[in-house]
T-cell receptor
Framework: NAGVTQTPKFQVLKTGQSMTLQCAQDMNHNSMYWYRQDPGMGLRLIYYSASEGTTDKGEVPNGYNVSRLNKREFSLRLESAAPSQTSVYFCASTSLASSYNEQFFGPGTRLTVL | KNQVEQSPQSLIILEGKNCTLQ??????????LRWYKQDTGRGPVSLTIMTFSENTKSNGRYTATLDADTKQSSLHITASQLSDSASYICVVSANDMRFGAGTRLTVKP
């Protein structure tokens, strides 16, 4: 199993450009998450999807949209990138069958907005 | 103010030495506490998970402790190895998950 995969690994955008970060998991997990990680701060939740067909806002959703395309895939879209969105983005997934709701993380996408 | 505070922010130790990382939290109600290891350029990987009723849990050379009364946790690393160089993140779950900013550990030969 590949676990949680993310593409691309790196991306540089100009202010105002748009892009979609892709995430897929092959563990048959129900819930998927998007986080951003900034220096000196803990991971912050952007959006999550508790199950296929549902999405909910997290702590910092402004400037982002998400799509739960199917059970495997959960994408994050920046419609008009801003320098404040320069960050490392992590996708994670968890199984409802897990008693501790353990999250498995992807390798991250490092995004720079100029 | 972050509800999960970790200390120190960074730590340098010599290979073979032990170290202890601290996590204090104010998150309430409390469900469980996890420690993650994050290698540079990688996603976090779970080391231990403890519920309210557990006060210690080990994973090889990693031992986590939890004092739910004082809302403190520690991660003790025994006989450190170069591969232990990473960031260690404390995560407290209540209604949602709250992440600490992490402790950056460097193990030098």
């Amino acid at each position: 199993n590949a676990g949680v995969t993310q593409t691309p690994k790196f991306q540089v955008l100009k202010t105002g450009q748009s892009m979609t970060l892709q995430c897929a998991q092959d563990m048959n997990h129900n819930s998927m998450y998007w986080y951003r990680q900034d220096p000196g701060m803990g991971l912050r939740l952007i959006y999550y999807s508790a199950s296929e067909g549902t999405t909910d806002k997290g702590e910092v959703p402004n400037g982002y949209n998400v799509s739960r395309l199917n059970k495997r895939e959960f994408s994050l879209r920046l419609e008009s990138a801003a320098p404040s969105q320069t960050s490392v983005y992590f996708c994670a997934s968890t199984s409802l069958a897990s008693s501790y709701n353990e999250q498995f993380f992807g390798p991250g996408t490092r995004l720079t907005v100029l | 103010k972050n509800q999960v505070e970790q200390s120190p922010q960074s730590l340098i130790i010599l290979e073979g030495k032990n170290c202890t990382l601290q996590c204090n939290y104010t998150v309430s109600p409390f469900s469980n506490l996890r420690w993650y290891k994050q290698d540079t350029g990688r996603g976090p990987v779970s080391l231990t998970i403890m519920t309210f009723s557990e006060n210690t849990k080990s994973n090889g050379r990693y031992t986590a402790t939890l004092d739910a009364d004082t809302k403190q946790s520690s991660l003790h690393i025994t006989a450190s190895q170069l591969s232990d160089s990473a960031s260690y993140i404390c995560v407290v779950s209540a209604n949602d998950m709250r992440f600490g900013a992490g402790t950056r550990l460097t193990v030098k030969p």
